[in-house]
């Protein structure tokens, strides 16, 4: 066959599994996969539709690639994920330039969609987006020392101002036994870091077996050897059972960093944002896991300007920040998204919006800083993910680090580091917000 294909992946880790699955589809059929997009026969760029930043970004990319395409650089272009299942007709209506779009719905159908555009057709295929999960194989796109594990796909919460159940369906879990076969998979392939994913982890096994499997699944992937740490992103506060923080607790292998969206912390706002629960609620789920885990790091997403938010119900969110000291925040204004019930309701100016996201970013840089400090002379391991010219210094994440999310660690060493290897380092200094230190010669 011969054809190349070249392939950008937007947005989150969920996407960029997606991105994978397609990836393993095309090289079985006999493509060849291209690290670059110059040469390609065909460019898929799998996209985020969830705000207007991803938007911008996806049809930036869409542009840089219609112009390679002008030149004679690449050949066609494929609009994949998100932003094509959100705006179906548009993008082939308004981007003359692309030569296909596929759903969210319609990975599996990757192979034919390219046969197709390779023979001069155009291509608008979305398949049922509530349908069961295909098990696909993947290629990695992450380093080889870890990966992401999505177990679930799609969305019940329905969340007022979300757009993600109409683009990605109904929650639906995948079986355990999948689950567990594709970590040893990536196990034995050499994985040693097996990030956990899915809009709701916490939720999951709930639609399959009638209750929340989470924990069960993440006492069987701790017996999966070659597995060091195993990290679980997006738990909802709500579904946070005391069985599911004991398991996080006292399961060596899990890392103590728990990625928590809680988006406010005021009643009203909460509630009219479908949230469930309350701001005592989260007082207490913080103070049990702070009990549990004095080391935890806590991770979680603040959306800023949300409806109903005035000065008071703000300086409500700021003051409970600084009490709750959470080690990682990030803070966003809030986008309206057409099609959603608070994109309908009285909601603050976006300058406002992202004047009060950047004072939350700056109160959240001095916790950080705080953070930080009290880190110095303790020892911490690391996983080493290369070595830095510049700094003339390995680097890497500690447990409190999530790839492509949070900070690194430069560490110096009297001997070779292997990427890929944990390695106990002193901290000795922080430097533009990077910790910084030296690996310990006796334990190395």
Known sequence: MGKRIGMISLGCAK???????????????????????????????????????????????ILAMAALKAEGVIGKILVTGCLSQRYQDEILQELPEVDGVLGTGSYHRIVPVVEQLLADQTVSEFGDIHAPIDEIGRVLTTPPHYAYLKIAEGCDNHCSYCVIPSLRGKFRSRSMDDCLCEARTLAADGVKELIVVAQDTSRYGIDLYGERKLPELLRELCKIEGL??????????????????????????????????????????????????????????????????????????????????????????????????????????????????????????????QHRAEIVNELQSRIMDEYNERRIDTVMEVLCEGYDDENEAYFGRTYADSPDIDGRVLFTAEQTVKVGSFVPVRITDVIDGELCGYAEEETL
Not at 255 to 265: E, G, R, S, T, W
Not at 292 to 315: H, N, Q, W
């Open 15 to 61: 996407n960029q599994v997606n991105a994978e699955q397609m990836l393993f589809l095309l090289q079985e059929a006999g493509y060849e996969l291209l690290n670059d997009v110059d040469g390609a026969d065909v460019v898929i760029i799998n996209t985020c539709g969830f705000i207007d930043s991803a938007k911008s970004e996806a049809i930036d990319n």
């Open 228 to 353: 060091h740490w195993i990290r679980v992103h997006y738990l909802y506060p709500d579904e946070m059972t005391d069985e599911l923080i004991d398991v996080i607790a006292f399961e060596s292998k899990i890392v103590k960093y728990m990625d928590i969206p809680i988006q406010h912390v005021n009643d009203l706002i909460l509630k009219k944002m479908n949230r469930r629960g309350n701001r005592r609620e989260l007082d207490e789920l913080f103070r049990k896991l702070r009990e549990k885990m004095p080391d935890v790091v806590i991770r979680t997403s603040i959306i800023c300007g949300l409806p109903y938010e005035g000065e008071a119900e703000f300086e409500e969110l700021c003051t409970w920040l600084k009490e709750q000291k959470l080690e990682r925040v990030g803070a966003f204004a809030f986008s309206p998204e057409e099609g959603t019930a608070a994109a309908k309701m009285p909601y603050p100016e976006a300058e406002l919006a």
